[in-house]
């Protein structure tokens, strides 16, 4: 009957257990057994919680230590030579040591190897290890880590479906790191060590193995189409009875929906929330001997389902196929999600109300069993008063005033093309700006953030904790502030900044401020290895009750006779890195927030705040994963940052920030933004990421990072001296700012003042040159 799927668990604990053991064992504060041992209870505890919440096809190979991919790096011997030293350093299954030193690096006993890159998981905030190919690349069996862990909760009781990351999306993830090959043609060699895996796996007894290929669902060229039918049937010829499952999710098929019905696999896994219509087209299409899992339920975003409408779905595939062949699941691995809702309490932060909208990991799964069930149609009374709660939630977020803001919904709709205008040309506007700043040629500023230092923290913390008052708070910040003005005085910045020792994180500290804003206790999301992020939640319409930085933007400008940038997160920053809504476009939820910070710039502005920075590091990683959509996203995405930046007078000097990317091929849309100032990561790449703007003629003022703030290094002035002379010959020395690559807050106080002074010390000579 209707089974139900899971793709995949998230695996940092609910209270972030490995995190904390895995930091403990790079910290050697515990053993290797112990870390494997964290790892085991972990496992278990999940697979057991998927158990009682009605999954049948409950996953295993899903939990990582660190990254799944470099799991399967590991696993077929893509293990590159400069870690042939530690190649002895085999730990049992996970072969610790070297695992981590592929991770983070090795540094000890004179051995010295940098870690692999990593890069973002296709458009999460997800990063994983991305895998190194050679010419003549070899795989072996090296790892049996997806047979152990099907062993050990067989052994508990649970049969469990490995999941593997397919051949083909696993070369595509990884990189050539040297010319005269594609890795792509490494197929022929991976393929013996998946079909290695393949034999021990139904050895052991595995009745179901996922294999994830999500570039399914992506841009692919048409050799790589066709090399689809090809591996799927070296694939299964070495199955032996095991039901193979393709999965793909993060998009529809479109163009590849042929391919992927086609396969010769028993089931394919399909994204319901991304590819919402695809079922239509797919239906048609599907052969008699496939099985299709419906992912209904949201991987990506912590919404509650709405059984109607999934039903809806599930009923369409039913019709067409028969209960037999239909799965339930969610659209992906739920590893993007927070664990459990159940150990969120703080109604201040999270009302009641707002609550029972939401579900995380472990409510995702009660939904797939519940959809099962309803789908099924012979329901009991539990799951039938589930049902009932779950129309009532529907309904509730449909008309709850706490969400629906009808003066802000009209705001939006208002919004005209002169909204997203500066009144004058950048020319006009650089005039009346020069004539009120009166600023050098290379004038110098930083980013925002100084150091946010111990004692800052816990300035924090304490307030937190109540053991400050905010009055003790208000004035250790205030006495923090006027010492980095008066720092950057003595330096002689030219434009500067306030410091930001009051933010926690860019994006939380407007959330808290927001309306429209709720925030958990517990909510952590694997961001990279041992680092987790909690995302804000926005589940109502956004605006801007009070000031958000007026007072210490003003109180900062109040020290002194130089110019204080104000600064500010930008639209599409905040709705990146929060959970959004799913009842609105998220360029309706966007647009709000541009005019929730339109109105902090105007109020800056009356503070007399006349420079004013808004962040947009996250305009890039917003980009959808398909062609075909990008430009729609890069327009509003401009829009909105224009929205947020236009209503201004001439003399008031925009800048906005970036950092983190690439910016070849939006460099037109950058341009569009039509900031009177950027300032962009440069320095890492010796300026090479300097030449889009220059080849496109940026036409208003760059900034390019001198140098890099991720490093405690102190560049010296020359080195400065030199990358400002390589950006002066491809850009116009008119055009060009000095500033550090990024914010100085992971840095401490002597770097950054010896640094900062040799920036300034390269700024005078290239004014004198
Ligand atoms: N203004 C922020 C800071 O200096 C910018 C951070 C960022 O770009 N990520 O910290
Ligand atoms: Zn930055």
């Known amino acids: 009957m209707l089974l139900t799927n899971n793709l995949g ?11 904390k053991a895995n930091e403990a064992y790079w910290a050697k504060k515990i053993s290797a057994e112990e870390l494997l041992q964290a790892g085991l209870k972990i496992r278990e505890s999940n697979w057991n919680t998927q158990k009682e919440n009605g999954i049948e096809l409950i996953p295993s190979n899903d939990f990582s230590f660190y990254d799944q991919v470099l799991d399967l790096s590991l696993t077929v011997g893509a293990i590159p030579a400069r870690y042939n030293s530690l190649l002895n350093k085999i730990d049992r299954q996970y072969n610790l040591d070297l695992y981590f030193a592929m991770a983070r690096g090795f540094q000890e006993g004179g051995v010295d190897v940098t870690a692999m890159e990593m890069t973002k998981w296709f458009d999460t905030n997800y990063h994983y290890i991305v895998p190194e190919f050679v010419k003549d690349q070899e795989f072996k069996l090296t790892s049996e880590k997806f047979l152990n862990e099907y062993n050990e909760a067989k052994k508990l009781g649970i049969e469990t479906k490995p999941v593997l990351i397919g051949p083909i999306t696993y070369l595509l993830l990884g990189k050539e790191k040297e010319a005269g090959f594609n890795r792509i043609d490494l197929i022929d060699k991976l393929l013996p060590v998946y079909e290695e895996i393949l034999g021990k796996l139904a050895d052991a007894g595995a009745k179901y193995v996922q294999i994830d290929e999500p570039f399914l669902a992506l841009d692919i060229d048409d050799a790589t189409k066709a090399l689809y039918p090809e591996v799927f049937e070296k694939l299964a010829a070495a199955a032996k009875g095991i039901k193979l499952i393709v999965a793909t999710y993060f998009e529809a098929l479109r163009d590849n929906e042929d391919i992927a019905v086609n396969l010769p696999v028993h089931a394919l896994h399909l994204d319901l929330v991304r590819g919402e219509n695809q079922l239509d087209t797919i239906l048609a299409k599907v052969p008699a001997n496939l099985t299709l899992s419906l992912g209904v339920v949201e991987g990506r975003n912590i919404w509650k389902n709405d059984y109607e409408n999934s039903l809806k779905k599930i009923k369409q595939a039913v019709d067409a196929l028969g209960k037999d062949r239909v799965w339930i699941a969610p659209s992906s691995s739920l590893l993007h999600v927070p664990f459990d809702l159940d ?19 472990k409510q995702k799964l009660a939904e797939v069993r519940d959809l099962a069930v309803l789908a099924e149609g012979d329901v009991d009374a539990e799951t039938q008063k589930r049902f009932e709660a779950n129309k009532e939630a529907a309904e509730s977020r449909r008309t709850s005033p706490l969400i629906h803001k009808p003066e802000v919904k009209n705001r939006v709709s208002n919004i005209t093309d002169e909204d997203a205008k500066r009144t004058s040309t950048f020319n006009a506007r650089k005039e009346a700006q020069q004539a009120k700043f009166n600023l050098p040629g290379f004038a110098t500023t930083t980013i925002g953030s100084f150091p946010q230092t111990k004692d800052v923290r816990k300035w924090r913390a304490d307030l937190k904790k109540g053991a400050i008052t905010q009055e003790q708070y208000d004035k250790e910040i205030a006495e923090e502030t006027e010492r980095t003005i008066r720092l950057q005085e003595e330096l002689d910045i030219d434009v500067l900044v306030h410091g930001e020792f009051e933010r926690n994180d860019m994006v939380e500290y407007f959330g808290e401020q927001l309306a429209g804003y709720a925030f958990t206790q517990n909510g952590w999301v694997q961001s990279y290895g041992s680092r987790c992020v909690k995302p804000p939640i926005i589940f109502g319409d956004v605006y801007r009750p009070e000031d958000m930085t007026v007072r210490w933007s003003a109180y900062a400008q109040s020290l002194t006779n130089r110019p204080v940038k104000g600064m500010l997160t930008g639209p599409v920053t905040i709705l990146q890195w929060s959970f959004v809504r799913n009842d609105q476009p998220r360029s309706t939820t966007t647009y709000q927030i541009a ?24 305009i890039r990683e917003g980009l959808p994963l398909r062609k075909a959509d990008q430009q729609a996203y890069l327009d509003w995405a401009v829009r909105s940052f224009r929205v947020s930046s236009s209503n201004v007078e001439d003399d008031t000097q925009i800048h906005t920030h970036m950092c983190y990317s690439e910016f070849n091929d939006i ?7 039509d900031a009177d100032v950027i300032t962009i990561e440069t320095s890492r790449s010796q300026m090479e990421l ?19 703030i991720h490093s405690p290094r102190v560049p010296s002035t020359e080195e400065m001296v030199n990358l ?31 640094a900062l002074e040799s920036m300034v010390e390269a700024a005078k000579i290239l004014r004198a040159e």
Do not use: H
């Open 667 to 673: 460099i037109q849309d950058i341009a569009a933004m």
């Open 690 to 708: 300097l030449d889009a703007f220059a080849d496109f003629k940026y036409p208003n003022d760059i900034g390019p990072g001198v140098y890099d």
């Open 724 to 754: 400002l002379r390589k950006a002066k010959a491809v850009v116009p020395a008119e055009q060009l700012w000095v500033n550090p690559d990024c914010g100085l807050k992971t840095r401490a106080w002597p770097e950054t003042k010896a």
């Open 595 to 618: 005019l929730a910070i339109l109105d902090e710039v105007q109020a800056l502005e009356k503070a007399g705040i006349k420079i004013i920075q808004i962040d947009e590091p996250a």
């Open 9 to 19: 668990y998230p695996r940092v604990g609910a209270f972030r257990e490995l995190k």
């Open 343 to 361: 150990n969120e309490n703080n109604e201040e932060s999270l009302p009641a109300e707002v609550k029972n909208w939401l579900a995380f990991a």
